[in-house]
């Protein structure tokens, strides 16, 4: 990791132009979306054992995720095959890459918010999303995932963190990317894009605390994300 950053960042002091509407990158040939909670930390994993480390650019938080949600320009290394990370589409991406297909991960709505949940608590911390349900449960006394999970998706108190899907395919209908994985068959799906990337994807477990565990209340709490189940139900 530390010589990937030291080589990038070598890279950008001599190079430190970045990519954009007028001055798009044609390498790139891979855009990978980590919708959270969707074994994306996993894929990455993959990607990078496949391409090498220094050919898969993570977009996170602090290295452009944002910049690329808004489909502004992005400094990325110029030998660059694949990017992923938290990010959402825009179509300023395709004209940015043009010659880039589009990959995407999905996971059962109901498994995933409990995961995201479970995840956060366990983490907490500073992270915005944990900073959430801080200030509406755990300030409050409430600090278990199962009754955290059924009031956020019941009364829908935190929209934001329950209709993720809603929210991201708004930008990009999910029948327009080359590939939808599912979580709930990763191993099978991990196989047919090791058949699209042409070349081999070796499975990796990074994060993971099982894709559709016990969750208490789940079949109660589907009919409330409907919306959600409509847009990915043809991909689980």
Not at 100 to 113: E, G, K, M
Request: aromatic fraction near 12%; charge should be positive; glycine fraction near 4%.
């Amino acid at each position: 990791m530390e010589y990937k950053k030291a080589l990038w960042a070598m890279e950008r002091f001599i190079f430190p132009g970045p990519y954009s509407l007028t001055r798009p990158n044609k390498n790139l040939e891979w855009i990978s979306y980590h919708i959270p909670k969707t074994a994306g930390s996993s894929l990455r994993v993959s990607l990078e054992k496949s391409f090498s480390s220094v050919r898969v650019f993570e977009a996170y938080a602090t290295t452009g995720a944002g910049a690329l949600s808004k489909g502004e320009q992005i400094w990325i290394p110029r030998k660059c095959k694949v990017i992923h990370g938290h990010f959402r589409p825009h179509a300023n991406h395709q004209v940015m890459f043009p010659n880039a297909r589009r990959i995407v991960w999905v996971r059962d709505p109901v498994a995933r918010i409990h995961s995201l949940v479970r995840h956060l608590l366990q983490t907490q911390g500073s992270h915005p999303q944990y900073q959430l349900i801080y200030e509406l449960y755990i300030s409050k006394g409430i600090s278990s995932v199962d009754e955290i999970v059924f009031d956020m998706i019941s009364n829908r108190t935190l929209p934001v963190l329950t209709e993720t899907y809603s929210r991201f395919f708004n930008y990009s209908p999910i029948s327009e990317f080359e590939f939808v994985g599912s979580v709930h068959k990763y191993k099978q799906d991990l196989i047919r894009l090791s058949k699209l990337l042409g070349r081999p994807l070796q499975e990796s477990f990074k994060n993971i605390r099982g894709s559709m565990q016990h969750i208490p209340n789940h079949n109660i709490l589907k009919p409330f994300l409907q919306d959600e189940y409509n847009i990915i139900a043809d991909y689980l």
